[in-house]
């Protein structure tokens, strides 16, 4: 146990602690003192460790007790388990170092929203900030007689809508999800770390962007009528591998938000699985509408209906 400015003595009660995995090592005598032999000498007050990402489990999911408690029958989770996170990769400890130096711990710009906010939890895969975009010092309605009363009563009402100031940050939680939307303690944990760090008069939304469910519709021809079965699994399990929105995509990168999938996309995805011909046809559904920019949206996999043409193989 030794540092540049700090040395353990063989005689110093001292010891580490690995915070992420709750591994304690103690002293070997050179650096720091080899504790005393026996049992129950080493008294610990207080000590606290997850098991990181691992441990969010969702509500009523944890119904086994460990050890037995005397009166207890049975034991549910009525709340979702939030906030373990796995260790923070080292390139990703590298960039948030590069952006400290630009924002200083302070959220001024929109990229600043963006930056602290995966700074309150690792548990965030993705962030949108969406700074005012309306400004009505720039409408030119108020001094253009020539637009009707119906049009300019519109634009009063859509100003009266619109939240002076308003900054809204969208999240994606990082987990294996179809559709991964944050809980309410980690909305509010990235919600009480801006506040923190911003401007007291900050009028502040934070949750989870609009979802987009995408179904297709596809009607197959196998190579060979023995590899039916397999190629509609196959086919459904890549569809929903493709469109989830952090791990999906052409590149496996996910998907950016307000970025929809073209048919092109599923035709080329369907026809490279192996035993697949080709397809005979293809639609996509997309629901609900998209919202009007610059509110960000993201995808996400809904049920998917394969149709096998049998008749056709060979042909």
């Known amino acids: 146990m030794k540092s540049r400015n700090f040395i353990s003595r063989e005689w110093a009660r001292h010891y580490t602690i690995n915070h992420l995995t709750g591994e304690i090592q103690f002293g070997d005598g050179k650096y720091g003192m080899i504790p005393p032999q026996g049992r129950n000498n080493i008294p610990m007050t207080r000590h606290k460790t997850d098991g990181g990402a691992r441990g969010n489990k969702p509500a009523n999911t944890i119904n086994q007790l460990k050890t037995t408690i005397p009166y207890i029958d049975r034991v549910i989770n009525l709340e979702a388990a939030a906030g373990g996170s796995d260790r923070e990769p080292i390139d990703r400890v590298q960039e948030r170092g ?6 200083r711990g302070g959220a001024v710009t929109v990229q600043d929203f963006e930056d602290l906010a995966y700074e309150a939890s690792a548990d965030i895969a993705r962030v949108k900030a969406i700074a005012p975009t309306y400004d009505p010092l720039t409408e030119e309605l108020w001094l253009d007689r020539n637009i009707k009363q119906e049009e300019r009563d519109a634009r009063v009402n859509k100003l009266k809508e619109i939240k002076a100031g308003l900054v809204k940050l969208f999240i994606v939680p990082r987990n294996d999800s179809p559709q991964p939307i944050p809980s309410l303690a980690l909305i509010d944990r990235v919600e009480t770390y801006l506040r923190d760090r911003a401007s007291p008069t900050l009028n502040l939304w934070v949750g989870s962007p609009q979802w987009l469910q995408v179904s297709v519709t596809a009607e197959v021809v196998p190579t ?7 190629v509609r699994t196959a086919v459904i399990q890549r569809l929903e591998t493709f469109l989830h929105p952090l791990t999906g995509g052409v590149s496996g990168q996910g998907w ?7 048919e092109s996309d599923f035709y080329s995805l369907i026809e ?3 035993s697949v011909d080709y397809v005979r046809s293809l639609s996509v559904k997309i629901e609900p509408e998209p919202p009007s920019p610059p509110e960000p949206f993201l995808i996400f996999s809904g049920s998917h209906n394969i149709t096998l043409f049998l008749s056709e193989i060979g042909g």
């Open 98 to 103: 590069q952006k400290f130096i630009r924002h």
């Open 224 to 230: 060979a009528l023995e590899f039916a079965d397999a």
């Open 256 to 262: 950016e938000f307000g970025r929809e999938p073209h």
């Open 272 to 274: 490279a699985i192996d």
